[in-house]
Nanobody, 118 residues
């Protein structure tokens, strides 16, 4: 049973920073491209940051230059450093193995809530 546990969310003011973590229990973590998805209020869940098994990152235009994705394959952990946060970044953030812009391969974890508000 694959388990993904996201953490690190919270309430932050505009312009602030947060660092999210995702711990995976699956043995296949190291060989898969991983991503951070987010689902804002009333919106579809979407991919915002991706990283290959070798560590090459890619970002959606909405977060490029502000977010940094990284991974520690030995610890089966995925990270998302979020800087210069905006109210529109408010969402529940999830990690998973990438299948498409909107879908993932493994079961979803509980996610971690990020709220950007003054």
């Amino acid at each position: 049973q694959v388990q993904l546990v996201e953490s690190g969310g919270g309430l932050v003011q505009p312009g602030g920073s947060l660092r999210l973590s995702c711990a995976a229990s699956a043995a296949g973590f190291a060989i898969n491209a991983m991503g951070w998805y987010r689902q804002g209020p009333g919106k579809q869940r979407e991919l915002v940051a991706a990283i290959t098994s070798g560590g090459t990152p890619n970002y959606s235009d909405s977060v490029k230059g502000r977010f940094t994705i990284s991974r520690d394959n030995a610890k089966k952990t995925l990270f998302l450093q979020m800087n210069s946060l905006k109210p529109e970044d408010t969402a529940v953030y999830y990690c998973n193995v990438i299948a498409s812009y909107y879908t993932a391969l493994w079961s979803w974890g509980q996610g971690t809530q990020v709220t950007v508000s003054s």
